[in-house]
């Protein structure tokens, strides 16, 4: 019974693994350092052949700052409001808000982060004149992780004790400081692995922004929040299109493999991070 | 204990506390939570100085009464007034009353900071600035514990035992001066010889403040003399001096509870 379970859960263990070493496999040819903080022509060749000159003689660099600018600005965003969304739920709500606002939340991490993209389309490009931006970006993964990132909020706050928040009342500290001084400092690992995870997800989200942030090239540093951006989970896409030149998708493969290690980064010390906060 | 404080607001109040021996008043106080009535009718008071030992079977609103006294349930009927003012219209409202009215939880719960930082951490940002060493340690030492913690006073303050979080709690409260203090079994957790202190400590206090104590040791009760309170199911049964209370319990529930630590009030 033992060994037939465990069979069954192989797939569960070996899929993963097997799907991060083909990536690292296919991304190796074109994975070198020049291409990660390129500034010279090693992807210069994908540049080329699609004869567009801007887009010569630059790695990946623009493609990760890109991604890794408007995951900020989303987490920028969203912080606050899921940090002020927690608050209400745990200070001021009815237990009847506080069913709806949980329900609602899982309600909208439900709906596919394309909607998103597109309402974002219609309210930010076309009626708000905003552009194909990095602020348009931002905005809509700010939105997407949103949700996740309240909910990780409310838990973190949930966990909190009652005797601590008791005690910090039964002291006279007013509300202010019973959050300063008790619940952040109490609950602080909790929300940054809620972030970090938040990050990862916002570094993963392609769809959202395909069609209201990024271009295929041509840019390598935003001049503004309302300029387009590239990034490299539109770049994978971008590339996978062009499917028959073998130097292009190899270079697709490389991009994969940052990616893929950006969010493992962030989703490795949000599971550090959680361990750190049960052991203590 | 801040003694000329308390005696200033005895003076404020001076008439009134000439009029009413009692600092603390309950009046028909009524709770119910989640739809279940948890109080029913509590009425009693608390002289101006003194202990008085709040006793009774697990789950009979001790804990829940506490809270109602420092509004930390706040949905309560009746009314309740210390020094002669309504809790309800405190002025500077519940962060105030709760500092004038030191409340130690059953179950402590110590921040996460050193030791030291605990003592002081209800005190304003201003007095937290200064140094509070001898507040810290005279406050220590009410509770018992400042032999045990003194040379590792900036550790952090969950290596401390439950017995000792105890009594970190009571020495945090203490530090805020207040002007009544109830406890929730304060030593629950305590070797007879910290429980002696304690209460050493307790009946110093006392000369000068209302205090509650709420216990399930009833030698403690009697030990600690004063007023004895006997609640059971939300309700209080009998309420009389500890030698009386004990000798010559007037209820059969009350005579119940003493001999085989049963009550049935309904
Ligand atoms: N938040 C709550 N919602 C509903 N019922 C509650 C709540 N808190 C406490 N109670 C109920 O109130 C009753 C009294 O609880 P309380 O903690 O005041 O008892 P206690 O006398 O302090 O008992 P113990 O001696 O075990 O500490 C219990 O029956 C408990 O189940
Ligand atoms: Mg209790």
Redesign the interface.
């Known amino acids: 019974m033992k060994v037939f379970l465990s069979l069954l859960a192989l797939p569960a263990l070996l899929l993963p693994v097997a799907c991060f070493l083909y990536i690292i496999v296919q991304a190796f040819p074109a994975l070198d350092w020049e291409l990660i903080v390129g500034s010279s022509a090693s992807s210069g060749a994908a540049g080329n052949l699609f004869g567009d000159a801007a887009n010569a003689g630059h790695g990946l660099w623009s493609q990760i700052s890109g991604s890794l600018l408007m995951m900020l600005l989303a987490c920028l965003l969203a912080a606050p409001i899921a940090l002020s969304i927690a608050l209400f739920h745990a200070l001021w709500a009815s237990p009847r808000q506080q069913r709806m606002l949980i329900t609602l939340l899982q309600v909208l991490q439900g709906i596919p982060p394309i909607v998103y993209g597109l309402c974002g389309l219609v309210l930010l490009i076309h009626l708000l004149h905003w552009g194909i931006s990095l602020a348009a970006g931002g905005v809509i993964l700010a939105v997407v992780i949103l949700p996740l990132l309240s909910s990780n909020a409310i838990h973190a706050l949930q966990r909190i004790?009652i005797?601590?928040t008791?005690?910090?009342?039964?002291?006279?500290?007013?509300v202010g400081a019973m959050i300063t001084?008790?619940w952040f400092?109490?609950a602080w690992s909790g929300m940054l692995t809620g972030l970090l995870l938040a990050m990862a997800r916002a570094l993963s989200e392609t769809a959202p922004i395909l069609f209201t942030a990024t271009v295929f090239s041509g840019v390598l540093w935003p001049d503004s929040i309302f300029s387009p951006v590239t990034s490299l989970q539109t770049h994978i896409f971008y590339l996978a299109q062009e499917g028959s030149n073998a130097h292009v998708i190899d270079v697709a493969w490389a991009s994969a493999a940052v990616l893929l290690g950006l969010v493992i980064c962030f989703s490795l010390s949000a599971r550090l991070l959680r361990r750190y906060e049960e052991s203590s | 204990m801040n003694i000329n404080t308390n005696t200033h607001i005895k003076e404020e109040k001076g008439v009134e506390s000439c009029a009413l021996p009692s600092y603390v008043r309950l009046e028909n106080i009524s709770l119910t939570l989640s739809e279940k009535s948890i109080l029913k009718d509590v009425s009693f008071s608390l002289p101006a100085t003194g202990i008085s030992s709040l006793i009774g079977p697990s789950g009979a609103g001790k804990s829940s009464l506490l809270?109602c006294l420092?509004n930390?349930y706040d949905n309560w009927q009746g009314t309740i007034s210390v020094a002669g003012i309504n809790t309800r219209s405190w002025h500077g409202g519940?962060?105030?009353?709760?500092?004038h009215v030191?409340?130690?939880?059953q179950?402590?719960?110590v921040?996460?900071?050193s030791i030291y930082d605990n003592v002081i951490?209800?005190l304003s940002r201003k007095e937290r600035k200064q140094n509070q060493s001898s507040r810290v340690e005279r406050c220590l030492t009410q509770a018992a514990l400042w032999d045990e913690v003194q040379d590792r006073l900036h550790d952090p303050a969950n290596t401390l035992s439950v017995g000792q979080q105890q009594r970190l709690?009571l020495a945090?409260?203490l530090a805020?001066e207040p002007k009544v203090l109830l406890l929730d079994e304060p030593t629950a957790s305590l070797d007879p010889r910290s429980k002696q202190l304690i209460e050493a400590s307790l009946h110093d206090l006392a000369k000068d403040m209302p205090i509650l104590c709420v216990t399930h040791d009833l030698e403690q009760a009697q030990r600690l003399q004063g007023q004895v309170i006997f609640m059971c199911d939300g309700k209080v049964i009998e309420i009389a001096a500890a030698n009386d209370f004990f000798e010559h319990p007037e209820r059969l529930e009350t005579r119940e509870f003493l001999r085989w630590s049963v009550c049935d009030c309904d």
């Not at chain 2, 519940?94 to 500092?99: E, I, N, P, Y």
């Open positions: 004790p005797e601590q008791e005690s910090a009342k039964a002291l006279g500290l007013s001084r008790v400092p109490v | 809270r420092t930390l519940d962060d105030a009353l709760r500092r030191g409340l130690i939880a179950k402590p719960a921040f996460p900071a951490f209800g709690c945090r409260a805020l």
